[in-house]
């Protein structure tokens, strides 16, 4: 029999132990991941349905570093020049995460990294991001107090809806798209966008801090129209908000939410993990039936029934926008100036 020493004796039940530790779940140290996001219902829905159902399970810490979107994408870019950043995914819109990919601040994304890549609907897929969810910037009213259903962008502007005209300040973008094609502009170059913006403020139209402002305001009638996605306006329809949305006959902006990995963040596998798990069917249905957003995959079955009340008919689909999304990047400082100097001013 082989004698060991004391020193021998120890070290061997040390690694004994601490092989013990790594092979039980409950013990071994979690992995951190550190996702950027919206908070609110969003960041609720999140964190249920995406980071306790799917991740925690994996091993995962998750920490949900909550901003808004403007402060997310210039950290996101203005921290790729760094080694490492402070997030390892990153939850925007589509346009702010385009604006990221251009100066090459995300990983490249494939089946080979993402599993669930090849699920992902031909017109969402992107070399650089997954979609997360995508529904329509519209108008959305109180049906019992606005008596004739809007059909126009020039509902926005009715003097009859003074007072009544409620805006999200994030949501500028959108809301500048807007004002541009009701004034003879168009979305490729925002033309006359200030002139809307102007009418806006003639209109005494509010300006609210938050999506949840907006739902609350459409809640006590405190505003009776706004722009914002049919799925904000489903899910405040089923809180009981005496809702309606349209299409307008101009169009309507597209409401695309997407998710990438930083090309330094701390965990760039804990970050493809989270891209793999956003696009699971569960997640997605999840957001569809909670908050009205249309699944972004092939794999994600919603029944008929939701289907009729959150999505698009053929003739809407056709009517939606194609932003461009380079002059948006380029001109969004612009933009977000003009929107603040007449609004805030």
């Known amino acids: ?31 951190e991941l550190v996702v950027g996001t919206w908070g609110g219902t969003f960041g609720d829905l999140l964190k249920a349905n995406v980071d306790e159902a799917l991740l925690v399970p994996q091993g995962y810490d998750v920490l949900q570093e909550i901003s808004g979107p403007v402060p ?4 996101l870019i203005t921290e790729r020049m760094q080694r490492r950043g402070s997030m390892d995914a990153a939850l925007l819109a589509d346009f702010d995460m385009h604006a990221a990919a251009r100066v090459g601040a995300l990983e490249t994304l494939d089946a080979g990294n993402v ?6 609907l031909p017109f969402l897929k992107k070399k650089t991001s997954v979609p997360l969810i995508y529904s329509a910037h519209v108008i959305v009213y109180r049906k019992d ?5 809007p059909t126009s962008v020039q509902a926005l502007w009715d003097p009859a809806y003074k007072g009544k005209i409620g805006l999200s300040d994030f949501l500028y973008t959108s809301n500048m798209a807007y004002a541009a094609v009701a004034n003879g502009g168009t979305v490729d170059n925002y033309a006359n966008a200030e002139k809307g913006v102007e009418g806006w403020k003639a209109l ?53 939410y997407e998710a990438g990995v930083p090309k330094n ?21 999840a957001f569809a039936e909670k908050m009205g957003y249309l699944p972004t995959v092939k794999s994600a079955k919603i029944s008929p029934e939701l289907e009729a009340r ?9 009517r939606l926008w194609t932003p461009d999304l380079d002059f948006i ?17």
């Open 145 to 149: 107090l606005v008596k004739t259903p």
């Open 1 to 31: 029999m082989t004698k060991l020493s004391r020193r021998q004796f120890l070290a061997t039940t040390s690694a004994a132990g601490a092989s013990a530790l790594l092979a039980s779940p409950a013990l071994a140290q979690s992995k």
């Open 115 to 120: 599993p669930n890549y090849d699920t992902i």
């Open 310 to 318: 959150i999505g698009f008919s053929e003739a809407e689909q056709n």
């Open 204 to 256: 005494e139209a509010k300006l609210l801090p938050s999506t949840e402002a907006v739902g609350q305001a459409l809640a006590s009638g405190d505003i009776w129209l706004t722009i914002i996605s049919a799925a904000r306006g489903y899910s405040w329809q089923k809180s009981g908000i005496d809702l309606a949305w349209c299409v307008p006959e101009e169009g309507a902006f597209p409401a695309v």
């Open 72 to 75: 997310r994408r210039t950290k």
């Open 265 to 285: 963040a701390r965990h760039p596998e804990a970050g493809l993990a989270y891209m793999n798990a956003l696009l699971t069917p569960d997640a997605q249905v």
């Open 329 to 345: 990047m380029e001109n969004q400082a612009g933009l977000l100036d003009t929107w603040n100097r007449i609004l805030k001013g």
